[in-house]
């Protein structure tokens, strides 16, 4: 099988498949995308400009039996952050990729203004013909592209927030059923790749295979123990297919960390109503089409995501994510679960980052705009995004710029990337990792909630200051080296308890390619991504001035455990160093 990069050029629509450059030899996922970037992208060039590159690519365990391991990370300069970007994305694309012998699809360059494009893929042949889908968002988009080109591809594609370049644009990727649910969310990615006048790629899998294994017994026996440890850990195995991520709400809410109204406390009145025990009651109570344990992918075997369906039973979407739930629940004081899953569906639909947007209309709530808790009146302005109305764009580009727009003190961002659903008073451990990771703030770049309220890789007071920094960048640095892979991060809770499942990645990393790689070598690993990244932000101008939280975080006291974060500055300069 061969193995290829794949360069499209927007402005000269050259498509060129080449061979892989040494320098990113060993490489897959999150540490190819940023490697890419950091090497072939001026840190300081405009972000929706001709010089800044979008690139796909599935992780090193892409296009094998490993369970979960079908991820895609797309990389750029974020315009939101003004740094390094990687974010990823289930669906079917990353594996069908992967299958093609694609490992890494970079796409340049800008097309000429107001014209639209799409990239017809298959393994052999790449080619960007005119669009025929722009203007529409990604539902329509998606069913007019499967007429066209049928069933068996999967599809990525920016809905209209994309074409307007929004900041909080996102870009979809279809799960198993065809649907464009999957998103890479954050930072603006979508608005990149409408920049570049590409609004969809099709991914027609035919001839693919999985990978050649160099030791196809060891690689069997060790991917059956990763998968067994998946299963009997109870979050992986139990959790999360019972209730989704929406698991959280009420663990959030008991542990007095679910940021509600702004930011402003930590437990929500309605928070049984947006939970993942109802939304599970709900979804058999209804029945239809409705989907418990539902796998965005081909190998996913946690299932987190389920279809929500409707009062009548029909789908709605996919079931929203706990960030979701927090973001357009708890945090905008609303606490209609049929409500928020049609939020949810508009931002996969208009592609949008749930996070960002759902942060921006609470933003948008405490600047009176309309009051907490309004459920159609939120309706009414998620609505305008697709329009592209004045409010519509604000909204679509997040919360920074919603928070200055309305001229707003308390705008929960780091790097120009809305806190997610954990508050960094209350979860010390998530708030050192929303200030220092290269990303801007982000959750999933170092998951503390497993040691500070899951007890999950050991116990670290989420209240305290000992310790934090610690688990920060251990998670950090493991974090790169699992989105390297592309395993889905849910599987770190059974890695994190369960050191057996780290030595079956390793032995299948080394099954794969013949290496002879040892535990250290992840941490290695996820070490040179990090400072990949870091050396790309520095050169961008985002110094460690910019790896703080707002300061009102450090100003107010946060009930009901009426704590401030109080990492020093000097305390968060060293959670990147080693
Ligand atoms: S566990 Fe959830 S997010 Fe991860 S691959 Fe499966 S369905 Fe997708």
């Keep these: 099988m061969e193995f290829k990069i794949l360069r499209v050029n927007m402005a000269t629509k050259e498509c060129r498949f080449e061979e892989i450059p040494a320098q990113y030899f060993g490489l897959g996922g999150r540490g190819l995308t940023s490697t890419i970037i950091a090497s072939e992208v001026e840190p300081t060039c405009s972000p929706l400009g001709p010089h800044n590159k979008l690139v796909f690519a599935p992780g090193l365990l892409g296009g094998t039996n490993c369970a979960n391991s079908n991820r895609i990370s797309v990389g750029c300069k974020s315009p939101m952050t003004g740094g390094i970007k990687e974010a990823n994305s289930g669906g079917q694309p990353g594996g069908h990729l992967a299958q093609m012998g694609i490992t890494a699809l ?122 067994k440890a998946l299963m009997d850990h109870p979050v992986c195995g139990q959790g999360l297919p019972t209730y989704g991520t929406a698991v959280l709400i009420n663990i959030l809410h008991e542990a007095g960390g679910l940021p509600t109204h702004n930011f402003k406390t930590g437990r929500f009145d309605g928070h049984d109503a947006v939970s993942g025990e109802t939304m599970n009651q709900i979804t058999k109570e209804r029945g239809g089409e409705g989907v418990v344990s539902h796998g965005c992918m081909t190998g996913c075997i946690m299932r987190c995501s389920g279809i929500f369906p409707d009062k009548k039973g029909k789908a709605v979407g996919k079931w929203p994510e706990y960030e979701t739930l927090w973001a357009f629940g708890p945090n905008s004081g609303i606490d209609d679960l049929d409500m928020i899953a049609r939020y949810d569906k508009i931002c996969d639909d208009v592609g949008v980052d749930t996070i960002d947007v759902g942060c921006a209309l609470a933003l948008l709530m405490d600047a009176g705009v309309l009051k907490f808790g309004d459920a159609e009146g939120a309706l009414q302005l998620m609505e305008e995004i697709s329009k592209g109305s004045a409010i519509g764009r604000v909204l679509g ?55 500070n309220i899951l007890n999950v890789g050991g116990t670290v007071d989420p209240l305290g200051k000992n310790g934090q920094i610690e688990l920060s960048r251990n998670l950090q640095v493991a974090t790169a080296a699992v989105d390297t892979t592309g395993l889905c991060l849910f599987v770190a809770f059974a890695v994190l308890d369960n050191p057996d499942a780290l030595v079956a990645i390793v032995e299948m990393l080394n099954a794969k390619y013949g290496t002879s790689l040892v535990l250290d070598d992840v941490t290695s690993l996820g070490k040179k991504v990090l400072e990949t990244e870091i050396d790309f932000n520095r050169r961008a101008g985002l110094t460690e001035a910019a790896d703080r939280l707002p300061d009102y975080f450090s100003d107010e006291k946060f009930a009901p455990h009426n704590v401030k974060f109080d990492i020093t500055p000097e305390d968060l300069d060293e959670v990147l160093k080693w």
């Design 106 to 227: 970079v796409v340049e360059d800008i097309a000429e203004d107001g014209s639209w494009y799409q990239l017809e893929l298959t393994k052999d042949n790449a080619k960007l013909v005119p669009s025929t889908v722009n203007g529409l968002n990604n539902y329509d988009a998606v069913a007019k592209l499967t007429e066209q080109y049928g069933k068996d591809c999967s599809y990525i594609s920016i809905g209209r927030a994309g074409e307007f370049k929004l900041t909080a644009a996102s870009i979809a990727f279809t799960d198993r059923e065809l649907r464009p649910a999957r998103h890479a969310g954050r930072g603006g990615v979508g608005a990149v790749m409408g920049s570049k006048g590409l609004k969809a790629i099709i991914v027609n899998p035919e001839g693919g295979a999985n990978h050649p294994l160099k030791n196809p017994d060891a690689f069997k026996e060790s991917a059956k123990r990763f998968a």
């Design 397 to 451: 580009c997040g919360t920074a710029v919603t928070g200055k727009v309305y001229g707003l003190r308390r705008v929960p961002v780091v790097k120009g990337q809305s806190l997610p659903a954990y508050d960094p008073r209350a979860v010390k451990g998530q708030g050192v990792t929303y200030a220092t990771t290269p990303m801007g703030a982000d959750h999933t770049a170092g998951y503390a909630v497993t040691a």
